[in-house]
C-alpha cells in the first residue's frame, strides 16, 4: 500500500528531477515553444515543495490536491493548469484514504489524465504530454518501472509527430522533428514513482 509518505516522496522525487532536466526542458521548449517550459516547471514544483512543507497533507489525495493547486497558482504557462488538473483530479479520487493501492493511484491518474484531456482539448498523436502519460497509465498495472519504460518511448515517439495543439501547433510541420517538452517532462513525473517506491526522493 502507498501511503501520504510514498507521495510525498513521488513530488520530491518530481522536484529533483525537474531541476536537474530543466535546462533540457528549456532547450526543447526552445525549439518548438518559447523556452519556459523548464523555468516553469522549476518555480512550480519549487513552490509546491514549500506548501507541501508547510501544511503537512496527512493523505495521498491530499497531498496530490495540494500540489495541483499550488502548480495551478505558480505556473503561467500552459502546463501549470494542466499538470495541475492531472494531480486534483487523481487527488480527488483518492480522497482522503490514508493509504491506496497501486491499482488505485492508476484509477486516480486515469481520471487525471482525462481531466487533461477534457481542460486541453487534446488527443493522443497530437504531441502533447498525453502521449507520455497515457501509455504510461496503460503500462501501470504491470508496475511502476513499466510506467516509466512507456512513459519514455511515449515522449521519444512525439518527436516524428506534427503538434495540434498548445503553442507548438502554430509552427504547423516545422514542429515536426523535435521531442515535446510536455511529454519530457511527464516521463520524469512517471519516473519519480519508481524513486518513490525505492524509498528515496532524490533531494
Ligand atoms: P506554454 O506552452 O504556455 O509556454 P509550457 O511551455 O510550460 O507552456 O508547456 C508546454 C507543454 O504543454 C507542451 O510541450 C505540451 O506537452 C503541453 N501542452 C500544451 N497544450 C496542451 C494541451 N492542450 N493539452 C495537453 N498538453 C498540452
Ligand atoms: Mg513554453
Known sequence: MLDADFFRRWITATAA???????????????????????????????????LEKEAPQS???????????????????????YGTL????????GDAPEVSEAQLAEALRAGVDGVMALGGAAPG?????????PAVDALGEGFDAARRAAES????????????GRASYLGERSIGHQDPGATSSSLLIAALVTAAEGGSDE
Open 126 to 134: 497530437d504531441k502533447t504530454m498525453l502521449d507520455a502519460l497515457i
Open 87 to 94: 494531480l486534483r483530479r487523481a487527488g480527488k479520487v483518492l
Open 154 to 165: 511515449g515522449a521519444v515517439e512525439t518527436t516524428p509527430m506534427q503538434a495540434r495543439k
Open 60 to 82: 495521498p489525495g491530499a497531498v496530490l490536491s495540494l500540489a495541483g493547486r499550488q502548480l495551478i497558482s505558480t505556473v503561467g504557462g500552459a502546463s501549470g493548469p494542466l
Open 17 to 51: 528531477s525537474v531541476d536537474r532536466e530543466a535546462q533540457r526542458l528549456t532547450a526543447l521548449d526552445s525549439a518548438i515553444g518559447d523556452a519556459d517550459h523548464g523555468s516553469n516547471l522549476q518555480r512550480g514544483f519549487a513552490a509546491v515543495l514549500a506548501t
